[in-house]
T-cell receptor
Framework: DAGITQSPRYKITETGRQVTLMCHQT?????MFWYRQDLGHGLRLIYY???????DKGEVPDGYVVSRSKTENFPLTLESATRSQTSVYFC?????????FGPGTRLTVT | AQRVTQPEKLLSVFKGAPVELKCNYS??????LFWYVQYSRQRLQLLLR??SRESIKGFTADLNKGETSFHLKKPFAQEEDSAMYYC??????????FGKGTLLTVNP
Protein backbone atom coordinates (compact mmCIF):
# COMPACT_ATOMS: atom_id res chain seq x y z
CA ASP A 1 0.00 0.00 0.00
CA ALA A 2 2.88 2.44 0.53
CA GLY A 3 3.64 2.10 -3.20
CA ILE A 4 1.44 5.02 -4.20
CA THR A 5 0.85 8.03 -1.99
CA GLN A 6 -1.06 11.27 -2.29
CA SER A 7 -0.74 14.58 -0.49
CA PRO A 8 -2.41 16.38 1.04
CA ARG A 9 -5.10 13.97 2.18
CA TYR A 10 -7.50 16.81 2.92
CA LYS A 11 -7.58 20.31 1.54
CA ILE A 12 -9.93 23.25 1.88
CA THR A 13 -9.38 26.14 -0.47
CA GLU A 14 -11.23 29.16 -1.75
CA THR A 15 -12.69 29.79 -5.16
CA GLY A 16 -10.10 31.18 -7.54
CA ARG A 17 -7.05 29.81 -5.74
CA GLN A 18 -4.51 27.55 -7.38
CA VAL A 19 -4.18 24.13 -5.78
CA THR A 20 -1.74 21.32 -6.52
CA LEU A 21 -2.38 17.74 -5.54
CA MET A 22 0.64 15.49 -5.38
CA CYS A 23 0.98 11.85 -6.36
CA HIS A 24 4.04 9.67 -5.91
CA GLN A 25 4.61 6.01 -6.78
CA THR A 26 7.57 3.80 -6.01
CA UNK A 27 7.02 1.04 -8.57
CA UNK A 28 8.35 2.90 -11.64
CA UNK A 29 5.10 2.22 -13.48
CA UNK A 30 4.98 4.01 -16.81
CA UNK A 31 1.27 4.73 -16.70
CA MET A 32 -0.31 7.08 -14.18
CA PHE A 33 -3.83 8.47 -13.90
CA TRP A 34 -5.92 11.08 -12.13
CA TYR A 35 -9.61 10.47 -11.39
CA ARG A 36 -12.25 12.39 -9.57
CA GLN A 37 -14.93 10.57 -7.61
CA ASP A 38 -18.34 12.15 -7.26
CA LEU A 39 -21.62 10.76 -5.99
CA GLY A 40 -23.73 9.65 -8.89
CA HIS A 41 -20.85 9.79 -11.34
CA GLY A 42 -18.48 7.13 -10.09
CA LEU A 43 -14.87 7.72 -11.09
CA ARG A 44 -14.06 9.86 -14.09
CA LEU A 45 -10.67 10.17 -15.70
CA ILE A 46 -9.18 13.66 -15.67
CA TYR A 47 -5.73 13.12 -17.18
CA TYR A 48 -3.34 10.29 -17.74
CA UNK A 49 0.31 9.85 -18.55
CA UNK A 50 2.01 7.07 -20.49
CA UNK A 51 5.54 8.07 -19.44
CA UNK A 52 7.55 11.02 -18.24
CA UNK A 53 6.75 14.10 -20.36
CA UNK A 54 3.80 12.33 -22.06
CA UNK A 55 0.35 13.32 -20.86
CA ASP A 56 -3.12 13.32 -22.36
CA LYS A 57 -6.64 14.39 -21.53
CA GLY A 58 -9.25 12.09 -20.10
CA GLU A 59 -12.98 12.53 -19.86
CA VAL A 60 -13.12 15.67 -17.70
CA PRO A 61 -9.88 17.69 -18.15
CA ASP A 62 -11.24 21.26 -18.11
CA GLY A 63 -9.83 23.38 -15.31
CA TYR A 64 -6.96 20.98 -14.58
CA VAL A 65 -3.31 20.87 -15.58
CA VAL A 66 -0.82 18.03 -15.15
CA SER A 67 2.88 17.55 -15.57
CA ARG A 68 5.23 14.61 -15.34
CA SER A 69 8.88 15.49 -15.29
CA LYS A 70 9.80 12.33 -13.36
CA THR A 71 8.34 8.85 -13.71
CA GLU A 72 7.44 8.63 -10.04
CA ASN A 73 5.54 11.91 -9.69
CA PHE A 74 2.33 13.07 -11.34
CA PRO A 75 0.99 16.31 -9.83
CA LEU A 76 -2.46 17.67 -10.64
CA THR A 77 -3.04 21.42 -10.54
CA LEU A 78 -6.32 23.25 -10.38
CA GLU A 79 -5.37 26.58 -11.89
CA SER A 80 -8.33 28.53 -10.49
CA ALA A 81 -10.45 26.36 -8.24
CA THR A 82 -14.24 26.37 -8.59
CA ARG A 83 -16.90 24.91 -6.32
CA SER A 84 -17.68 22.28 -8.95
CA GLN A 85 -14.19 20.90 -8.38
CA THR A 86 -15.07 19.90 -4.83
CA SER A 87 -14.49 16.17 -5.00
CA VAL A 88 -12.32 13.26 -3.94
CA TYR A 89 -9.32 12.89 -6.21
CA PHE A 90 -7.59 9.55 -6.76
CA CYS A 91 -4.26 9.00 -8.36
CA UNK A 92 -3.41 5.59 -9.79
CA UNK A 93 -0.57 3.84 -11.52
CA UNK A 94 -0.79 0.76 -13.69
CA UNK A 95 1.18 -2.27 -14.67
CA UNK A 96 0.06 -4.76 -17.29
CA UNK A 97 -2.32 -6.45 -14.86
CA UNK A 98 -4.14 -3.82 -12.82
CA UNK A 99 -4.35 -0.25 -11.62
CA UNK A 100 -3.23 0.60 -8.12
CA PHE A 101 -4.91 3.49 -6.40
CA GLY A 102 -3.67 6.03 -3.91
CA PRO A 103 -5.60 6.84 -0.73
CA GLY A 104 -7.29 9.89 -2.24
CA THR A 105 -7.36 13.62 -1.56
CA ARG A 106 -10.60 15.13 -0.33
CA LEU A 107 -10.76 18.65 -1.75
CA THR A 108 -13.34 21.23 -0.71
CA VAL A 109 -13.60 24.50 -2.59
CA THR A 110 -15.51 27.18 -0.66
CA ALA B 1 -17.02 4.54 -27.37
CA GLN B 2 -16.73 2.27 -24.38
CA ARG B 3 -19.31 2.37 -21.63
CA VAL B 4 -19.97 0.54 -18.38
CA THR B 5 -23.40 0.42 -16.82
CA GLN B 6 -24.19 -0.58 -13.27
CA PRO B 7 -27.96 -0.34 -13.06
CA GLU B 8 -28.28 -0.46 -9.28
CA LYS B 9 -27.02 2.48 -7.22
CA LEU B 10 -27.96 0.75 -3.98
CA LEU B 11 -28.33 -2.90 -3.07
CA SER B 12 -29.34 -4.13 0.34
CA VAL B 13 -29.33 -7.78 1.41
CA PHE B 14 -29.34 -9.75 4.64
CA LYS B 15 -26.34 -11.64 5.93
CA GLY B 16 -26.22 -15.11 4.43
CA ALA B 17 -28.32 -14.20 1.40
CA PRO B 18 -26.98 -14.44 -2.14
CA VAL B 19 -25.91 -11.23 -3.80
CA GLU B 20 -25.50 -10.27 -7.43
CA LEU B 21 -24.16 -6.92 -8.59
CA LYS B 22 -24.90 -6.27 -12.22
CA CYS B 23 -22.53 -4.85 -14.79
CA ASN B 24 -23.06 -4.42 -18.52
CA TYR B 25 -20.57 -3.02 -20.94
CA SER B 26 -20.28 -1.66 -24.44
CA UNK B 27 -16.96 -2.09 -26.25
CA UNK B 28 -16.04 -2.74 -29.84
CA UNK B 29 -12.97 -4.85 -29.15
CA UNK B 30 -12.15 -7.75 -26.87
CA UNK B 31 -12.98 -6.50 -23.37
CA UNK B 32 -10.84 -6.65 -20.26
CA LEU B 33 -13.12 -6.30 -17.27
CA PHE B 34 -12.47 -5.76 -13.60
CA TRP B 35 -14.33 -5.37 -10.34
CA TYR B 36 -12.92 -2.90 -7.83
CA VAL B 37 -14.12 -2.52 -4.25
CA GLN B 38 -13.94 0.51 -1.99
CA TYR B 39 -14.54 0.06 1.72
CA SER B 40 -15.66 3.06 3.69
CA ARG B 41 -13.25 5.97 3.17
CA GLN B 42 -10.52 3.72 1.79
CA ARG B 43 -8.77 3.50 -1.54
CA LEU B 44 -10.09 1.38 -4.36
CA GLN B 45 -8.65 -2.08 -4.53
CA LEU B 46 -8.92 -4.75 -7.15
CA LEU B 47 -11.37 -7.51 -6.36
CA LEU B 48 -11.47 -9.52 -9.56
CA ARG B 49 -10.24 -9.49 -13.13
CA UNK B 50 -12.06 -11.61 -15.67
CA UNK B 51 -8.85 -12.96 -17.22
CA SER B 52 -7.76 -14.73 -14.05
CA ARG B 53 -11.15 -16.39 -13.45
CA GLU B 54 -10.41 -16.57 -9.73
CA SER B 55 -12.60 -16.30 -6.67
CA ILE B 56 -11.70 -13.62 -4.16
CA LYS B 57 -13.43 -13.35 -0.76
CA GLY B 58 -16.06 -15.73 -2.12
CA PHE B 59 -16.92 -13.47 -5.08
CA THR B 60 -16.94 -14.67 -8.65
CA ALA B 61 -17.71 -12.97 -11.95
CA ASP B 62 -18.18 -14.48 -15.37
CA LEU B 63 -17.77 -12.62 -18.59
CA ASN B 64 -20.74 -13.19 -20.88
CA LYS B 65 -19.88 -11.76 -24.26
CA GLY B 66 -23.27 -12.58 -25.72
CA GLU B 67 -25.06 -10.51 -23.09
CA THR B 68 -22.11 -8.09 -22.70
CA SER B 69 -22.24 -8.59 -18.96
CA PHE B 70 -19.82 -9.17 -16.11
CA HIS B 71 -22.02 -9.64 -13.05
CA LEU B 72 -20.44 -10.10 -9.63
CA LYS B 73 -21.87 -12.84 -7.44
CA LYS B 74 -21.48 -14.24 -3.98
CA PRO B 75 -23.62 -17.08 -2.62
CA PHE B 76 -23.63 -15.99 1.03
CA ALA B 77 -23.12 -12.31 1.82
CA GLN B 78 -21.23 -11.24 4.94
CA GLU B 79 -21.48 -7.94 6.81
CA GLU B 80 -17.88 -7.14 5.92
CA ASP B 81 -18.87 -7.18 2.24
CA SER B 82 -20.63 -3.86 2.73
CA ALA B 83 -18.82 -1.47 0.41
CA MET B 84 -18.98 0.38 -2.89
CA TYR B 85 -18.36 -1.85 -5.89
CA TYR B 86 -17.21 -0.58 -9.25
CA CYS B 87 -17.15 -2.44 -12.52
CA UNK B 88 -14.44 -1.24 -14.91
CA UNK B 89 -13.48 -1.80 -18.53
CA UNK B 90 -9.88 -1.41 -19.63
CA UNK B 91 -9.22 0.19 -22.99
CA UNK B 92 -6.18 1.58 -24.72
CA UNK B 93 -3.25 2.91 -22.71
CA UNK B 94 -4.49 0.96 -19.69
CA UNK B 95 -7.25 3.52 -19.17
CA UNK B 96 -10.19 2.35 -17.11
CA UNK B 97 -13.80 3.31 -17.74
CA PHE B 98 -15.80 2.87 -14.58
CA GLY B 99 -19.46 2.32 -13.96
CA LYS B 100 -21.13 4.63 -11.48
CA GLY B 101 -20.87 2.07 -8.73
CA THR B 102 -23.22 0.04 -6.57
CA LEU B 103 -23.32 0.55 -2.82
CA LEU B 104 -23.85 -2.81 -1.19
CA THR B 105 -25.19 -2.97 2.34
CA VAL B 106 -25.31 -6.31 4.11
CA ASN B 107 -27.66 -6.19 7.07
CA PRO B 108 -27.21 -8.41 10.14
Amino acid sequence: DAGITQSPRYKITETGRQVTLMCHQTWSHSYMFWYRQDLGHGLRLIYYSAAADITDKGEVPDGYVVSRSKTENFPLTLESATRSQTSVYFCASSDAYEQYFGPGTRLTVT
Amino acid sequence: AQRVTQPEKLLSVFKGAPVELKCNYSYSGSPELFWYVQYSRQRLQLLLRHISRESIKGFTADLNKGETSFHLKKPFAQEEDSAMYYCALRGSNYKLTFGKGTLLTVNP
